[in-house]
């Protein structure tokens, strides 16, 4: 929920939070910020902690660029206007995901972490007893502006990919699609692989009976048979 009011916080008693992604395109921003100002309030929760005021929810790339800018002596935003909100750590959480998404382009590597991280926070409610409304899949589609087939995919890779596939999305050199697709083709081939173990042994199985002379004379014609068309 949010609080009614906005609140003007030292830049000193905001803290930010230590699962923040990459910033880009800082100084860029710093420089729109002193020229235009900041058209946008940074988004914060209270929290107890002996050194900050606040969390910050919101505005990760605005309040690193009015740090940028302090550092450079402008103090116009010593004070930073802030609305405060009353989440939980795991809202704060992803409510820090989703406006990480929205307010700047997230890498394929970027939006596999997102929704990964979406998952543990919803399975986390969950497991806490709150309802969540709806599939989990579903809902990291519709927060995230995803189709729930590209959801699919993200969750192919976390689940079965390996360090190498997750490493050349890290570095670009293959989309979320392909990784996808390389995890279908190592669940083939291990499926093939355990379908050609079974075939040998069966055919292991048949040549011992049919090199017993025992079972070859005692055993039906066409029980013989079938062993010999294995």
Avoid: W
Avoid at 10 to 28: F, G
Avoid at 99 to 115: I, Y
Avoid at 116 to 124: D, K, V
Avoid at 199 to 226: C, D, H, I, M, Y
């Amino acid at each position: 929920a949010f609080d009614n009011q906005i609140v003007n916080i030292h830049y000193t008693k905001i803290r930010r939070s230590n699962r923040n992604r990459a910033l880009r395109r800082i100084e860029e921003l710093a420089e729109d910020i002193r020229e235009d100002g900041l058209e946008n309030n940074l988004l914060v929760r209270e929290i107890e902690d002996e050194q900050y005021e606040v969390e910050l929810i919101g505005g990760e790339r605005r309040y690193s660029a009015i740090l940028y800018n302090i550092e450079q002596g402008d103090m116009t935003y010593e004070y930073i206007p802030c609305k405060k909100v009353r989440l939980s750590d795991l809202d704060a959480r992803r409510r820090l995901i989703l406006n990480n998404h929205e307010n700047d382009p997230l890498t394929a590597a970027e939006k596999l972490e997102a929704v990964e991280e979406l998952r543990e926070i919803y399975r986390a409610k969950k497991a806490a007893g709150e309802k969540v409304p709806g599939r989990i899949q579903e809902l990291i589609a519709n927060e995230m502006g995803i189709k729930k087939s590209q959801v699919a995919n993200y969750e192919k890779v976390l689940n079965h990919a390996s360090e190498e596939v997750r490493e050349k999305i890290r570095d670009e050199s293959i989309s979320i699609d392909a990784a996808a697709a390389l995890v279908d083709l190592d669940e083939e081939r291990a499926r093939m692989e355990k379908e050609i173990t079974k075939l040998e042994k069966e055919v292991a199985r048949s040549t011992k009976k049919l090199g017993n002379e025992k079972f070859v004379n005692s055993a039906p014609e066409q029980v013989v048979a079938k062993e010999r068309a294995k």
